[in-house]
């Protein structure tokens, strides 16, 4: 018999949902009433955790204003919060386009935020991308547009929300994520939910509207453990280069070639870099130029600090230092995935079928690089909850826009 499900204190809609790192924050609190993924298998691996029952497998802009109605069954203005995390590729530093004016068609789906706002009117909103978004103009206008408030405090379209916004750079380190991962976050209260805040807005040299009053929700750091501190309360069992743990088919480490395995065995644990190297002959040619960088590449991490940034490549030994601190192997997929703030228990499938652990696992490795690490999106998450909260109790009346 199907357990009942409980019906939790606020709504969401979790957009650009990838393998569900935000839901997994948000079930704790919060109703998931929609999550929207383009990728199918991506999204295979979300249904095996959260469910299909409120999963939409589309490309989100075909999703018109009717069918948002149809999908979603709440009063405009009900909406507790929206969480939008569009891809960041075309914003990456590593883009191929790096200009400001980068024409990568991801960087517009920024807007299907506001479109979903406009439809429902939330309470809150939280945004997640890389920091380098800041370099783009397609940011500041969505924040333009998203604020709708003029310098003098005033909605620019009076029948659309306005919403007191604050964005800053964060490291996931610092919200109990055992990596170095710096991210770009925005939070935005609609201006009429208590205290209502018809902040002044003035404008940036980029004519973007900044608050001279600061938002006050925000979560306080809470500084992650040393990575050897974190892993070990996961008891994961030893395994070689190209071996999988039987009790654990994400526990898997990628096969070495005969001379990468000399590479990591001459590289000092916990830290050490290909620099480290006595033998030179296993130095590539393009390594031995000068002011070469990605000095990163054929590295260890370090137990005794914090993983670097995990990537699509993350368990790839020559695609960063992702060698196993101790082991002489990279990192398994499990590894990786706990590096971010995955439970142990979380699935991953790399097939259409959405059978557990099958199918490609660069496909999941590329899963568990682009998602939005649970512990920071639950740190953000709580601070928004935790206003809610402060909503409900105090009876304060708001506005339904």
């Known amino acids: 018999m199907e357990a009942k499900r409980v019906k939790k204190p606020f709504t969401a809609i979790d957009l650009f949902c990838g393998v569900g790192g935000v839901s997994e924050a948000l079930k704790v609190h919060f109703d998931i009433l929609s999550a929207v993924e383009f990728d199918p298998i991506i999204a295979k691996s979300y249904e095996i955790n959260h469910g299909a029952a409120h999963l939409q497998i589309c490309d989100i802009r075909t999703l018109s204003e009717g069918k948002w109605n149809e999908l979603v069954n709440i009063k405009k203005g009900e909406l507790d919060l929206l969480v939008g995390t569009p891809p960041c590729q075309g914003f990456s530093k590593h883009s191929r386009k790096k200009t400001s004016e980068n024409n990568d068609d991801r960087n517009n789906l920024i807007f299907e935020i506001i479109r979903v706002s406009n439809i429902f009117h939330p309470k809150f909103?939280?945004?997640?991308?890389?920091?380098?978004?800041?370099?783009?103009?397609?940011?500041?206008?969505?924040?333009?547009?998203?604020?709708?408030?003029?310098?003098?405090?005033?909605?620019?379209?009076?029948?659309?929300?306005?919403?007191?916004?604050?964005?800053?750079?964060?490291?996931?380190?610092?919200?109990?994520?055992?990596?170095?991962?710096?991210?770009?976050?925005?939070?935005?209260?609609?201006?009429?939910?208590?205290?209502?805040?018809?902040?002044?807005?003035?404008?940036?040299?980029?004519?973007?509207?900044?608050?001279?009053?600061?938002?006050?929700?925000?979560?306080?750091?809470?500084?992650?453990?040393?990575?050897?501190?974190?892993?070990?309360?996961?008891?994961?069992?030893?395994?070689?280069?190209?071996?999988?743990?039987?009790?654990?088919?994400?526990?898997?480490?990628?096969?070495?070639?005969?001379?990468?395995?000399?590479?990591?065995?001459?590289?000092?644990?916990?830290?050490?870099?290909?620099?480290?190297?006595?033998?030179?002959?296993?130095?590539?040619?393009?390594?031995?130029?000068?002011?070469?960088?990605?000095?990163?590449?054929?590295?260890?991490?370090?137990?005794?600090?914090?993983?670097?940034?995990?990537?699509?490549?993350?368990?790839?030994?020559?695609?960063?230092?992702?060698?196993?601190?101790?082991?002489?192997?990279?990192?398994?997929?499990?590894?990786?995935?706990?590096?971010?703030?995955?439970?142990k228990s979380y699935k991953f499938t790399g097939n259409l079928e959405g059978i557990e652990y099958k199918g490609s696992k660069d496909k999941i490795a590329t899963q568990i690089g682009n998602a939005f690490p649970v512990l920071l999106a639950h740190s953000f998450i709580e601070a928004i909850y935790t206003e809610l909260e402060l909503l409900k109790e105090n009876k304060k009346e708001y506005v339904t826009l």
């Open 125 to 343: 909103i939280l945004f997640e991308n890389v920091n380098n978004i800041l370099n783009f103009g397609v940011f500041h206008s969505f924040i333009y547009q998203l604020a709708n408030i003029n310098q003098h405090g005033y909605p620019i379209n009076p029948n659309l929300p306005s919403y007191h916004i604050r964005y800053e750079k964060v490291d996931a380190l610092d919200y109990g994520v055992p990596q170095k991962r710096k991210r770009l976050i925005l939070m935005a209260k609609r201006i009429d939910i208590f205290p209502a805040t018809f902040a002044i807005l003035t404008k940036s040299q980029k004519s973007t509207p900044v608050a001279l009053i600061e938002l006050n929700i925000w979560p306080k750091k809470n500084p992650a453990p040393k990575l050897g501190d974190y892993l070990k309360n996961f008891n994961l069992n030893n395994i070689k280069a190209g071996e999988t743990d039987i009790h654990d088919p994400l526990h898997t480490a990628c096969r070495l070639s005969p001379k990468n395995l000399l590479r990591i065995q001459e590289t000092p644990k916990n830290g050490g870099s290909r620099s480290d190297w006595q033998n030179k002959e296993l130095v590539l040619e393009c390594h031995k130029k000068k002011n070469v960088s990605f000095g990163d590449v054929y590295g260890r991490m370090d137990f005794n600090s914090y993983a670097p940034t995990i990537t699509c490549g993350c368990t790839k030994y020559s695609k960063g230092r992702f060698g196993h601190p101790i082991e002489d192997r990279a990192i398994s997929l499990r590894e990786a995935a706990l590096i971010q703030t995955f439970p």
